[in-house]
C-alpha cells in the first residue's frame, strides 16, 4: 500500500473529523509504537520493533512541537510501512532532504505528511482564500504543523498558481509549485534586488504584506514591462533562510515563446540530479 493510502486509511479507521484530533502519540499507541523522549546523540528520532510492537525514541532536544509531531509521524510511517527492519535510527536530514537511495526515508516522510495533514481536512482551508504566507501560517498553527511542511503541502494541492520558495543566504535555493503554476523560477541564482526577500540580507525591513513585483524578478524567461506576480516573503532569521510565496493573480506575458530548459531544482520533479531534495 502506497504511504499516503496508508496514512489516509489509519484516518479513516481512527474517524478523524478535525487538525485537533490528530494527537500523533495516542495515534501511534494505537496502532502499537509507543512514543518516549529522550536524549539522543547524532539522530532525531529512531523506531525499534519486536513483532507486532514498537517504541518510538524522540530527542528531547527537538526545539519546536511541530519537529517534534513530525518526527513522530515519520517513525510510525516506518512502523506501519516497513515491517522488515527492527531497528530504524534517522537523523535529521532523513526528516528533511530526500534521496532516492533512501526510499523508505521517502515514504516515511509522505506517511507523515498525509498523517498529520489529512487531504480531506486540509482542503477545508484551501477555500476561497487568496495564497499568503499569514494564510498558511494560521492553517500550520490549526494543523500543529510547521510553516515549510504546511506551504509545501498548500502549494501540492492548490488550484491557485502559487509557488513556495525557500531563497538562503541570499541565493534562491529550491522550489515547489503548483499544479496551475506553469513557470519556472530561477534556482540557484543570487536574489534580484526587485524582490523582497532580498530585502532581508541587504538588512532593510521586509513588508509583512503580499507585494507586487516584476514577474521576472522571481522568474525564468523574459516578460513585458507590465507583467507582475504577487510576492509575500517571511524570514526565519534563525536559518538565514526566506520563505517567499509566489501567486500569479492576473495573466503574465512572455516576450518569446523560447523558454529556458527547466531548472535544476524544480520540486515538481521529486529528484534532483543528485537524487536529494529539500523537503520539510
Known amino acids: 500500500m502506497l504511504a499516503s493510502e496508508k496514512a489516509k486509511a489509519i484516518i479513516k479507521t481512527l474517524q478523524i473529523r478535525n487538525p485537533s484530533e490528530i494527537t500523533v502519540k495516542e495515534i501511534?499507541?494505537?496502532?502499537?509504537?509507543f512514543v518516549k523522549e529522550r536524549s539522543l546523540t547524532?539522530?532525531?528520532a529512531r523506531l525499534v520493533r519486536k513483532g507486532s510492537i514498537g517504541i518510538i525514541t524522540i530527542n528531547d532536544m527537538i526545539p519546536e512541537n511541530s519537529r517534534r509531531r513530525f518526527a513522530i509521524a515519520h517513525e510510525l510511517g516506518h512502523f506501519e510501512l516497513h515491517n522488515s527492519s527492527q531497528l530504524l535510527v534517522c537523523n535529521e536530514e532523513d526528516m528533511f532532504i530526500w534521496n532516492h537511495r533512501k526510499n523508505q526515508e521517502v515514504e516515511a516522510n509522505e506517511f507523515a505528511a498525509n498523517l498529520l495533514m489529512p487531504k480531506h481536512?486540509?482542503?477545508r482551508f484551501l477555500q476561497c482564500k487568496t495564497p499568503n504566507i499569514e494564510h498558511i501560517r494560521e492553517v500550520a498553527n490549526e494543523f500543529r504543523t510547521s510553516l515549510t511542511a504546511t506551504a509545501l503541502r498548500y502549494v501540492g494541492l492548490s488550484s491557485e498558481p502559487c509557488?513556495?520558495?525557500?531563497?538562503r543566504d541570499g541565493a534562491i535555493e529550491w522550489y515547489k509549485k503548483s499544479s496551475a503554476f506553469d513557470f519556472h523560477v530561477n534556482v540557484g541564482e543570487k536574489l534580484s534586488k526587485d524582490t523582497y526577500a532580498s530585502d532581508f540580507y541587504d538588512g532593510i525591513s521586509m513588508s509583512g504584506r503580499?507585494?507586487?513585483v516584476h514577474a521576472e524578478a522571481w522568474l525564468a524567461g523574459t516578460f513585458s514591462e507590465d507583467s507582475e506576480i504577487i510576492e509575500h516573503s517571511f524570514a526565519l532569521m534563525k536559518y538565514n533562510t526566506?520563505?517567499?510565496?509566489?501567486?500569479?493573480?492576473d495573466d503574465i506575458r512572455t516576450?518569446?515563446?523560447?523558454?529556458d530548459d527547466d531548472p535544476e531544482y524544480d520540486l515538481t520533479n521529486p529528484f534532483t540530479p543528485d537524487g536529494k531534495r529539500w523537503l520539510w
Open 210 to 212: 503580499p507585494q507586487k
Open 121 to 123: 481536512l486540509f482542503l
Open 42 to 44: 547524532g539522530s532525531e
Open 255 to 259: 516576450c518569446s515563446e523560447n523558454e
Open 242 to 249: 526566506v520563505l517567499s510565496l509566489l501567486w500569479i493573480d
Open 163 to 167: 509557488a513556495f520558495v525557500v531563497s
Open 28 to 33: 501511534a499507541a494505537v496502532r502499537g509504537a
